[in-house]
């Protein structure tokens, strides 16, 4: 090894770094949550209502929309991500009317849409859930990068799903992943971004 | 009115006998009609060494110990766990986003304002069951959780 080619690459390298570091002080988007402009998933969905009314996004323009998947028999994140968007929409005042919450069932096998119904409506009646059958649902999830898979639990199953909510903004695009983490505020502050 | 006094007697009996664990803020979620499943909550506090080893529930047709985890790519991973170490004088949390008690197999729609019955096994060190009986309130299903 000649000795002489390290400081060329240590500066080479330094120069990397420096660039990388450059590229974290941009003014991108004032979002807390992550910035999911520039994905390359769109998030497309073509899915049933509770009256069974075949939805997308185009259906819901002029208003901001967060989308959670999850499941019914959920018993700690999926309450607690639709718990923290009641939260939210209360905290939008007035905007909150422009806030459209949807519920995505990963779990059609055992979320029929009355009990999805029931279960949205249980943490504010304005909430829409949406299901389509095992193929779609798979589709669905993967425009999301969404990943879930079952896992039996005692005599029955439960779930393993990724728990990131999604925000589109009025014109239907894809733009923020709120974490679940991520206090009710500090998703607030997000939507109203998408509003302005 | 005669057997829910036989009850509470049965209740305070158990809590007496079993009083070196305290359970405090406990709750669990409601839910709507044909959802088989609910998470309860509570902090607990031995005052000896004491593993949480099990429950069961009069409305359940299994209970189990379940424990939320994040893994890569914020996906949530849920599963069971054959018990919750409880150190002298710490107190545990069993709250969203850790532990929680799995009701599975409900029998019923549990009702938002009412109560749950749940019994705890307690393992002591010399590996004696305890089994202690509590009424959680039932939260409803938007409940805010701070």
């Known amino acids: 090894m000649n000795p002489l080619t390290h400081p060329t690459r240590r500066s080479l390298l330094l120069g990397g770094l420096a660039l990388l570091a450059g590229c974290d002080h941009q003014p991108r988007a004032s979002f807390k949550g992550v910035d999911l402009s520039d994905a390359t998933y769109k998030g497309e969905f073509r899915l049933k209502d509770a009256h069974g009314r075949e939805r997308t996004i185009d259906d819901y323009r002029g208003r901001v929309v967060l ?3 999850g499941f019914t028999q959920c018993p700690d994140a999926c309450p607690t991500a639709l718990a923290r968007a009641a939260q939210v929409r209360q905290m939008m005042g007035k905007d ?8 995505v069932t ?3 096998e055992r979320d029929t849409p009355q009990m999805l119904r029931d279960y949205t409506a249980a943490f504010d009646p304005s909430f829409i859930a949406l299901s389509g059958d095992a193929k779609t649902t798979k589709q669905t999830a993967d425009n999301f990068k969404v990943f879930f898979r079952k896992v039996p639990t005692g ?10 909510s999604y925000a589109f903004d009025p014109n239907g695009l894809l733009r923020v992943g709120m974490r679940h983490n991520m206090p009710a505020e500090d998703c607030a502050h997000d939507l109203r971004q998408l509003l302005i | 009115m005669r057997s829910s006094l036989i009850a509470l007697a049965a209740l305070l ?10 359970v ?3 709750w669990v979620r409601a839910t709507v009609p044909g959802q088989k499943t609910s998470g309860a909550f509570m902090q607990l506090t031995s005052t000896t060494d004491a593993t949480l080893v099990g429950a ?3 409305a359940a ?11 890569e790519n914020m996906t949530m991973k849920m599963r069971a766990v054959p018990g919750i170490e409880l150190p002298a004088g710490k107190a545990v949390a069993l709250k969203p986003g850790g532990y929680h008690i799995m009701q599975l197999d409900l029998k019923d729609t549990v009702q938002a304002g009412g109560k749950l019955r749940l019994t705890l096994l307690v393992k002591d060190r010399k590996g004696e069951l305890d089994a202690i009986d509590v009424e959680l309130p039932v939260k409803p299903l938007n409940a805010k959780l701070h």
């Open chain 1, 96 to 103: 909150g009317q422009l806030l459209q919450v949807l519920f």
């Open chain 2, 56 to 58: 069961r529930s009069p």
């Open chain 2, 24 to 26: 405090q803020d406990a």
């Open chain 1, 155 to 164: 005599s029955s199953y439960t779930m393993d799903h990724s728990l990131l």
């Open chain 1, 106 to 108: 990963l779990d059609p």
């Open chain 1, 67 to 69: 989308l959670h998947f």
């Open chain 2, 61 to 71: 047709g299994v209970v189990e110990i379940h424990e939320m985890a994040m893994g």
């Open chain 2, 13 to 22: 009996s158990a809590a007496a006998a079993c009083a070196e664990v305290s």
